[in-house]
């Protein structure tokens, strides 16, 4: 089945340091990919939509300049917490449409999650 | 816009227990529904979807059916086991022929007890 990973699963970073996040798709390529924050207890939050050779497009109420995305690649999408605060501290997981696997069109595969922690 | 609602949780159970999970969405045009369930540390994983009205999707158990006349998808499971105790996600996707965002529910957690 189509995998999706990221990393890293869990970081602890001190405040004002930049956290890059990978995620990537293993078996198929995705021309788009998703972002998403959770915090605890609460749904995910869509951030933004990554697509493949071009710029991201931002949920309103995302900053675009503290959130870089950058999808370079048919299966590589990486997010970017620059100068991070402990109010970024949450659970990042990305996801990647799965129409590329002709068997799941509109279909969204989800990466296990990365936890990161800002001190 | 595009809303799923879900029975507050938390919902919690004996094992062997008849599950229902609520789930209701507001959307135009004809949407692919979708339950994801997500088991503690874990990221989200599909557990069944239905892409048009009167689809029944199934897995492990679980059942949902895409209602359009009442904008529905509840889930259901006949017997529960402990290891169902998880954080179920009803979600909806609009018909764009691209992919699109998926709009969540707030999530429903389950506890099955012995």
Redesign the interface.
């Known amino acids: 089945g189509a995998v999706v990973s990221q990393h890293p699963s869990w970081v602890i970073c001190k405040s004002g340091t930049s956290v890059k996040i990978e995620c990537r798709s293993l078996d198929f390529q995705a021309t788009t990919m998703f972002w998403y924050r959770q915090f605890p207890k609460q749904s995910l939050m869509l951030m933004a939509t990554s697509n493949e050779g071009s710029k991201a497009t931002y949920e309103q109420g995302v900053e675009k300049d503290k959130f870089l995305i950058n999808h370079a690649s048919l299966t590589l999408s990486t997010l970017t917490v620059t100068s991070a605060h402990p109010e970024d501290s949450s659970f990042y997981i990305c996801s990647a449409d799965g129409t590329g696997t002709l068997s799941s069109y509109n279909e969204q595969f989800f990466g296990p999650g990365t936890r990161l922690t800002v001190l | 816009g595009d809303s799923v609602t879900q029975m507050e949780g938390p919902v919690t159970l004996s094992e062997e227990a008849f599950l229902t999970i609520n789930c209701t969405y507001t959307a135009t045009g004809y949407p692919?529904l979708?339950w994801?369930v997500q088991y503690p540390g874990?990221?989200?994983?599909?557990l069944l979807?239905a892409?048009k009205a009167d689809d029944k999707g199934s897995n492990k158990g679980f059942e949902a059916t895409y209602r359009k006349e009442t904008t529905s998808f509840h889930l259901e499971k006949g017997s529960v086991q402990v290891s169902d105790s998880a954080v179920y996600?009803c979600a909806l996707?609009p018909?764009t022929g691209?992919?699109?965002?998926?709009t969540?529910?707030?999530?429903t957690?389950l506890q099955v007890t012995l």
């Open positions: 692919s979708f994801y874990e990221g989200l994983q599909l979807k892409t996600f996707s018909w691209t992919a699109s965002k998926l969540f529910g707030t999530g957690r």
